[in-house]
């Protein structure tokens, strides 16, 4: 079993950053995708930034390119998502989760959730 638990949601406003992390615990973990998606209220989770745990290739939303950078450390286990130029569209609770296939981006291909984290962009 994996859990999976986010961090480092918050209120920013429009422009900020923020600085998510999903720290991996359990049996040995190694998977080999790892992503970060979000939910806004009343619409669909959707897929936000994923990478190859092996390697580090990683893929994006086009809606985030340019603005958001997702990275692992392999040593400790997490996997971060640094959001910048966050507009108030970006607002969502954000999830991470690990998938045991490569190159994932729908929802049905990941294996394990955290339980998310809040962030809210005022205008």
């Known amino acids: 079993q994996v859990q999976l638990v986010e961090s480092g949601g918050g209120l920013v406003q429009t422009g900020g950053s923020l600085r998510l992390s999903c720290a991996a615990s359990?049996?040995?973990?190694?998977?080999?995708?790892m992503g970060w998606f979000r939910q806004a209220p009343g619409k669909e989770r959707e897929f936000v930034a994923g990478?190859?745990?092996?390697?580090?290739?990683?893929y994006y939303a086009d809606s985030v390119k340019g603005r958001f950078t997702i990275s692992r450390d392999n040593a400790k286990n997490t996997v971060y998502l640094q959001m910048n130029s966050l507009k108030p569209e970006d607002t969502a609770v954000y999830y991470c989760?690990?998938?045991?296939?490569?190159?994932?981006?729908?929802?049905?291909?990941?294996?394990?959730w955290g339980q998310g984290t809040q962030v809210t962009v005022s205008s």
């Open positions: 359990g049996r040995t973990f190694s998977p080999p995708t």
């Open positions: 990478i190859k745990w092996s390697g580090g290739s990683v």
């Open positions: 989760a690990s998938s045991r296939r490569l190159g994932q981006q729908l929802v049905s291909g990941y294996d394990y």
